[in-house]
């Protein structure tokens, strides 16, 4: 798995965004969300929420989006950054 720096509550928002997944599907949400990630930012790169926030709204489902962003909503420093 890919090695990130996280920052702020990157990390935090992350694994409630996995947490969010049903059951069943945590595994693949997980396998994207890194990959989106590693895209995003690169293998050891800075993760910053904004940064996270991205990412699930590119590679989640669609009927899935709202349910994780809900789901990440009080962990965020910046709530704005569902906004944009």
């Known amino acids: 798995m890919a090695e990130f720096n996280w920052l702020e509550n990157s990390e935090t928002v992350f694994?409630?965004?996995?947490?969010?997944?049903?059951l069943p599907f945590r595994k693949v949400?997980?396998?994207?969300?890194?990959?989106?990630?590693?895209k995003e930012?690169?293998?050891g790169g800075?993760?910053?929420e904004a940064d996270v926030v991205k990412v699930i709204k590119d590679n989640s489902p669609?009927?899935?989006i709202a349910m994780g962003l809900k789901a990440i909503e009080p962990f965020l420093t910046d709530p704005?950054?569902?906004e944009q």
């Open 29 to 38: 949400t997980k396998s994207s969300l890194t990959k989106g990630l590693t």
């Open 15 to 22: 694994e409630a965004s996995l947490k969010a997944a049903p």
């Open 41 to 43: 930012v690169g293998d």
């Open 62 to 64: 669609a009927p899935f």
């Open 46 to 48: 800075d993760v910053h």
């Open 80 to 82: 704005s950054l569902l």
